[in-house]
């Protein structure tokens, strides 16, 4: 089975300031993650995924996210936070090996509130 | 642009009525995807499906049921609304094992 931690519920932190917001995972074989946003009473946005390759991974709206294999963790991060960043956000882990019985199945964290004061 | 889009942003039924939410696609996607999403439980997963006439049971299916007759809808089926299904339910298409693409959800409350 496949799982998503987000240890935390709530992030603040001052604009102009870098941001982490954590998730760790467990899968049987190789990972596939993502991380989404999502605004007030909107669906989720995807900001950026890791599959393969570099394990820094850049994506959407200056965020980044670094694959740690050894600490099975996908932090998201960026060097400077904007107001406009405030909204809650989702790690989601699928198993690569799963192949085709998974079908593209996400297991989702519960979410991290993360709030960027002016 | 991968558009995702869902018949009502806004639902009020009472309860022990049929409701139907309509879900497209406009990327010809193979999955589609339900969630519903409750504050403090994150997205859970109620119905897949990854080809037309086929689904599969997600984590939370009992009280619900899908319909994919074409390959860009994919319909969600509260065959007997009841209030403890008021929530707010989410859209997904992929291709796997791409990223899942969300529409606006649909936020449904039973009286």
């Known amino acids: 089975a496949q799982s998503v931690a987000q240890p935390e519920d709530q992030v603040n932190v001052a604009e102009g300031n870098p941001l982490t917001v954590k998730c760790t995972y467990s899968?049987?074989?190789?990972?596939?993650l993502f991380w989404y946003v999502q605004y007030p009473n909107r669906g989720l946005q995807f900001l950026l995924k890791?599959?393969?390759?570099?394990?820094l991974v850049k994506g959407s709206y200056g965020f980044e996210a670094e694959f740690n294999k050894s600490q099975t963790s996908f932090h998201l991060k960026k060097p400077s936070a904007l107001v406009s960043d405030s909204a809650l956000y989702f790690c989601?882990?699928?198993?690569?090996?799963?192949?085709?019985?998974?079908?593209?199945?996400?297991?989702f964290g519960q979410g991290t509130i993360l709030t960027v004061h002016p | 642009d991968v558009k995702v889009t869902q018949s009502s942003r806004y639902l009020v039924k009472r309860t022990g009525e049929k409701v139907f939410l309509e879900c497209v696609q406009d990327?010809?996607?193979?999955?589609m995807f339900w969630y519903r999403q409750d504050p403090g439980l994150g997205l859970r997963l109620i119905y897949f499906?990854?080809?037309?006439?086929?689904?599969e049971k997600g984590d939370i299916p009992e009280g619900y049921s899908v319909s994919r007759e074409k390959k860009e809808r994919f319909s969600l089926i509260l065959e007997s609304a009841s209030t403890n299904q008021t929530s707010m339910y989410l859209c997904?298409?992929?291709?796997?094992?791409?990223?899942?693409?969300f529409g606006p959800g649909t936020r449904l409350l039973v009286l």
């Open positions: 990327m010809d996607h193979e999955n």
């Open positions: 989601a882990v699928r198993d690569g090996y799963a192949g085709g019985t998974s079908y593209g199945k996400l297991t």
């Open positions: 890791y599959i393969t390759g570099d394990n």
């Open positions: 899968v049987s074989g190789n990972p596939y």
């Open positions: 997904a298409s992929s291709r796997a094992p791409g990223a899942q693409y």
């Open positions: 499906s990854y080809d037309v006439k086929m689904k």
